[in-house]
């Protein structure tokens, strides 16, 4: 059987409101050089353009003219919404690399006392 070298993600019916919500949003891998000094942490497994965290949170229905933010994906939404299904294809190795361990990080952390 041969390997899968596309992880088909579905998109929600509407663009979420911030990039936490979205179902493209993972972590920048461990071994990826980073520029010296850069705060970006986050990255968009549909466009590949790394976010900071902070970006991460601000939501759209919330911008103004003095303080605009503008999406990796706002461009291409629209566009992605054509796709058969709404379902997106991204590599299996984005997926593995920066999705997983963003849905890992969302997971709660419980402590049991002993």
Not at 5 to 15: G, M, S
Not at 51 to 79: E, F, I, M, Y
Not at 88 to 107: A, H, M, V, W
Request: glycine share 4%; hydrophobic share 25%; with cysteine.
């Amino acid at each position: 059987m041969p390997k899968r070298n596309i992880v088909q993600i579905q998109l929600p019916p509407e663009q979420p409101d911030c990039c936490a919500e979205c179902p493209l949003l993972g972590l920048v891998p461990k071994y990826v050089a980073r520029p010296k000094n850069s705060k970006e942490t986050h990255v968009c497994c549909g466009t590949m353009e790394a976010l900071t965290q902070r970006g991460t949170k601000v939501r759209a229905s919330q911008k103004d003219t003095n303080h605009p933010w503008h999406r990796p994906c706002d461009n291409r939404w629209h566009s992605w919404m054509q796709l058969p299904g709404r379902k997106l294809g991204i590599s299996t190795q984005t997926f593995n690399d920066c999705r997983i361990p963003y849905e890992c990080t969302l997971q709660l952390q419980i402590k049991f006392h002993k």
